[in-house]
Each structure stands twice: as C-alpha cells, then as structure tokens.
C-alpha cells in the first residue's frame, strides 16, 4: 500500500505543454516589451499635431503614427504568439523525445523484458548521458536478475538433493529390516552435514552482498598461515605437497572472513587437484605489489576451458575439475563464490586464469593499508 500510494500522483500538465508554453511565455513578454518600449519610449518624443517642413511638405504627427502603428503591432504581437506556440509545440516535442524513448523502455522493463535499451543516437548531451545511465543499469539489472534465477534454481535443486536422497535411504532402511543401521546413520549424517553446509554458506552469501562487516587492518600472511594449518592433514591425507611464500600485507578487512577467504582458496585447491609429473602441487603466496596486497593460490590439475573457468565464481559451479570423491571434495559448490563475493565486499578483485599445463591461478587483489 505504501509503494501504490507513492507513485500515485494527480494528473497535470505533461512537460512538452509546459515547455510549449515557456517557449511561447518568452516569445510574448519579448514582443510586447518591445511593442510597449515602441509605443511609449520612441513615439512619446514624437510632437503631438502634424508640422510642416521649410520645403513646404508636412510630416505626420504622433497621433497618426500611433492610429497606423497600433492595428499592425497587434496583429503582429498575435502572429509572433502564435508562431511561437505552434513553433514551441514541435521544438519541445523534439527535445523530449529521448525521456519519450526512455519513458517507452521503462514501460517494456516493467512488464519483464529486460533485453530492452534506449541505444539514443547521435553526439552527447545531457539526455544521452541519461539515456546511456539508463542502458548501464538495465544491463547491471540484467545480469543480476539472471544470476539471481540461476542462483535460485541451483539452490533449490542443491538443497533438494540432500533430501531426496536422505528420503531414498530411510525407504530402503525401512524396506530392509536387517539392514546395518550405524552406516544408514552414518551416510543420514553426511547428508544433513551437507544440507546444513549448504544453508550457512547461502545465509553468508545473503548476509555478505546486504551487509559491509566492520573494517580493521588485517595481516593476509596471518590469515593465511592459521588456514594452513587447519588445511594441512587434509592436504596430507590427499597427498598435496603445498609450498608458501608469504610475506606481511596489510589490509582493512575482517580477520574471520579473510581466514575463511583464504581456508575456501586453499581448501578449492586441494580439492580440485591432479598430479602433474607425479605430484600434486599448491603453491600459495601473499605479497605487495605496487601498493597492493596481493595473494595467489596455484594449483595442478585438469587442464580447464576458458568458459568453464568464467562460471566458478557462480554459486554451486563445480566443473568437472576432480575425480576425488572424499570428505575433501562434498562441499556445496559454493567456495569460489563466496571467496569472490568475500572480495568484492572489500573493495577487491578477484581473477581466475586457467593454466596451460592444468590447474588455477587464482589472485585476489587489495588495497594496501599501513600496520596498526
């Protein structure tokens, strides 16, 4: 009720008859200060009675130049208001064509084509600044929209799996009265771990892209040494051999988030990993750069199409990157989603580059802040 009652508005003039009748305004005052200026300025100096020349002719007075001048400064005080409101009519609908064009797309968006733009012609000026301001938006509504509807049928096709399957074990494990009941638990409780990591993980993204969290300085390197070493049996355990060069960078961010960020990158790369000449490699780094903190983690792997690479970021984008099949590979698909929307809530980027002999390099990159 309170967005209907907004945009209700009375009706009124629309804004070609206003500038139609600014227009012809102008047009009028202008004639008729001048034919006032005439009449009482010029004409005022004029003797009142006819007089003679020394040659023997007269001149007209006052009152017969006022009696000739009259009939014609008002006929033509009409014709220049005349012309200038039928000339203001067209000249005002000219320059509100493009709010017209602009006005029409809007009415197309809202009914739900979004692939509609102005696309105004011509050279620039304050209406095809607007009209190219509208296009940007549309396209940034655009894709948003579209990877909002993605997201929603990956995430309810993703939650929904968890549950089908638990619905398919318990059918079984009733049709099965001797069947071991510690594994059926067992394999319930991986998929509620699953349901329940893919639902903190789409309340995080939620409450990231609603929320800025609170800003300190942050050492990368820290951040990266303490996911290190919770990531390390992991990396042991798939037999990932990780070598570091990390170095001191600091930046404003939130301590917990950017261990996270780095726990996600880090933990990706070991789980999507292949061995290249024999060993599984991860190389992670943190360093500055031209007043940039800068953190990369390499990884060997399959060798990735660029267009597969363009989708990780997406929620719930795996790829077909791993064959692993372990605790180390039953995530969500929500990593690098989250490991980009994580930097972009601090003013960073994030570049994913597909490497020739297999694997990511992936680099994040920050605005540099000095130690507190």
Known sequence: MAESSRIRRDPGLSARVRLTLMITAVAVISSGALWIVTALWVLRYLPTGNYSLDSGMWMPGRDDIMEVFMPIATTAFFAISGLAFVGGWFLAGHILQPLTAISSVAHRVRGGDLSKRVDLPGRRDEFRNVADAFDTMLDSVESTVNAQRRFAANASHELRTPLAITRSV?????????????????????????????????????????????????????????????????????????????????????????????????????????????????????????????????????????????????????????????????????????SDTIVRVYGGSLVLHARAEGGLDITARFALTAPT
């Open 170 to 338: 318990l059918d079984v494990a009733q049709a099965d009265a001797d069947r071991d009941v510690p594994a059926v638990l067992g394999r319930l409780q991986s998929l509620n771990d699953r349901a329940v990591s893919s639902a903190d993980a789409l309340l995080l993204l939620a409450r990231l892209d609603s929320t800025k969290p609170e800003l300190a300085p942050v050492d990368l390197s820290l951040a990266f040494e303490e996911a290190l070493d919770v990531l390390q049996l992991i990396a042991d355990r798939q037999h990932v051999e990780i070598q570091t060069d990390l170095n001191a960078a600091t930046v404003l961010g939130n301590a917990a988030l950017l261990e996270r960020l780095a726990s996600k990158l880090i933990h990706n790369a070991i789980a999507h990993n292949a061995p290249a000449d024999g060993v599984k490699r991860v190389f992670v780094q943190v360093a500055v750069r031209n007043a940039t903190a800068l953190l990369r983690v390499v990884n060997t792997g399959a060798v990735l199409e660029p267009a597969v690479v363009a989708t990780l970021t997406e929620p719930f984008a795996r790829g077909e990157r791993t064959a692993a099949t372990d605790d180390a590979h039953s995530g969500a698909g929500l990593g690098l989603a989250l």
